[in-house]
């Protein structure tokens, strides 16, 4: 008899047990990156009043007779399915579609979570401004590139930051020289370019016909310049044969020594600088230096390539933020703030870039939404409450058996 009191002892403590986990999943219905915990049960132990018994010569075999003795706690699982995606506008703010994790550090320990609520603190790091935790990534080298298989490093960005200017080495042209121009005729195009410090230096460039398929070429701009005079020779399909000249030098008052080369097109194709019979077209269209300019802004994209927006006009690679996935998520173990850390029963993490290896990509300016389906819990609710309620039954009617054994001696 006392066996019924203890089962529905038992059943009671699960069952708020279940209540407790649909109270926190329904507390966290608009919770970012919150994942729905689920319960399960299982019988506990039972009591063997007879064991089972083979079948012998005539007689069959019966079954053992047991008696369970309750319920307990199975286990307590996240359900990682993914939750739906909120427009922010916030470039800082990020999502993982599809599997993974962002990584925090805190300069010791490393934790994963689903919610990028991320902002950049005044020293440009990017943080979860809950609790400081820094993101990880991969910085870029000066040129942009970046190696991700070096080791995690937290993404930091000073806002402000400069780029150094980059002299001019190459001037590139393209377009048509006229064929059926006389001798002594010229054309003119001019090409701002930038020295070591980041100074605009125009540099004039004058074609004039020297003989027939024959051009001079001469370029005029800062004082001691030199290198600055050639010949181009085109051959009778009006294809470039032959370039002489160059490199253009000259030095800026305390700056370093500008040395361009200048590039007419390739001997004997036409993408360059042809002559057909047609006007002139020719012109200077790219030189590969510029000024100095200051980081004005970022955007992030869905491979998590952090790219900065400079007042130079250029763009440059600056960080990547890696993503990490496990064999085992369901191990990873909650320490709050919606933050993960692994255990013996997640596997390592599987450090990566999104969209690879499984990994889902990244979406900047939205936040996810917790997964918590409230249909679902409160028709949870429901079962735990009614399970309550049945397991208080049990201790009831075995109280009044009690109560009517005792009354026996009466």
Same mark, same amino acid.
């Given at each position: 008899m006392m066996r019924s009191m203890f089962s529905g002892v038992s059943g009671l403590r699960n069952h708020q047990t279940m209540m407790d986990v649909v109270g926190n999943n329904i507390a966290n219905v608009n919770t970012v990156g919150y994942k729905t915990s689920q319960l399960s049960f299982q019988d506990a132990l039972c009591q063997t009043l007879r064991g089972a018994r083979a079948s012998t010569g005539y007689l069959g075999g019966t079954n053992p007779v047991q008696i369970g003795l309750g319920v307990k706690l199975a286990l307590v699982s996240t359900n990682f399915t993914q939750g739906s995606l909120q427009n922010t506008g916030r470039m800082t703010d990020l999502s993982i579609q599809g599997d993974g994790f962002f990584i925090l550090s805190d300069g010791g320990s490393t934790y994963y979570t689903r919610a990028g609520y991320f902002s950049?603190?005044?020293?440009?790091?990017?943080?979860?401004?809950?609790?400081?935790?820094?993101?990880?990534?991969? $910085?870029?080298e000066d040129t942009g590139a970046i190696d991700t298989n070096a080791t995690l490093e937290p993404i930091s960005i000073p806002v402000g930051q400069t780029m150094a200017p980059q002299a001019t080495a190459e001037i590139r042209f393209q377009g048509n020289l006229p064929a059926g121009a006389s001798v002594g005729d010229s054309y003119v195009t001019s090409?701002?370019?930038?020295?070591?410090?980041?100074?605009?230096?125009?540099l004039t460039f004058t074609f004039t016909k020297a003989d027939v398929n024959t051009w001079d070429w001469e370029a005029t701009?800062?004082?001691g310049i030199s290198g600055n005079t050639g010949t181009l020779t085109f051959d009778t399909s009006g294809a470039l044969?032959?370039?002489?000249?160059?490199?253009?030098?000259?030095?800026?008052?305390?700056a370093e020594t500008v040395s361009i080369v200048p590039h007419f097109g390739t001997v004997g194709g036409i993408s360059g600088v042809t002559q057909f019979a047609s006007d002139s077209t020719v012109?200077?269209?790219y030189q590969d230096g510029f000024t100095s300019g200051y980081l004005q802004s970022i955007t992030i994209s869905d491979n998590g390539i952090i790219t900065g927006f400079f007042s130079n006009g250029l763009n440059k690679q600056l960080a990547q933020i890696a993503v990490a996935v496990f064999n085992n998520p369901e191990g990873l173990i909650k320490v709050?703030?919606? $933050?993960?850390?692994?255990?013996?029963?997640?596997?390592?993490?599987?450090?990566?870039?999104?969209?690879?290896?499984?990994?889902?990509?990244?979406?900047?300016?939205?936040?996810? $939404?917790?997964?918590?389906?409230?249909?679902?819990?409160?028709?949870? $609710?429901?079962?735990?409450?009614?399970?309550?309620?049945a397991n208080s039954r049990i201790i009831t009617a075995t109280d009044q058996m009690l109560q009517e054994l005792v009354n026996i001696k009466r």
């Open positions: 950049f603190d005044a020293q440009g790091k990017l943080i979860n401004p809950s609790n400081g935790y820094v993101v990880q990534g991969w $910085m870029a090409i701002e370019v930038v020295d070591s410090q980041g100074a605009r230096h125009t701009g800062p004082a044969a032959s370039v002489t000249g160059g490199p253009i030098e000259f030095t800026p008052t305390g012109a200077a269209v709050g703030d919606t $933050m993960y850390r692994v255990s013996s029963n997640s596997g390592e993490p599987l450090v990566g870039t999104s969209g690879t290896g499984n990994r889902g990509v990244i979406t900047a300016g939205t936040l996810e $939404m917790s997964n918590v389906d409230l249909a679902q819990e409160f028709t949870n $609710m429901i079962i735990a409450e009614r399970g309550f309620q």
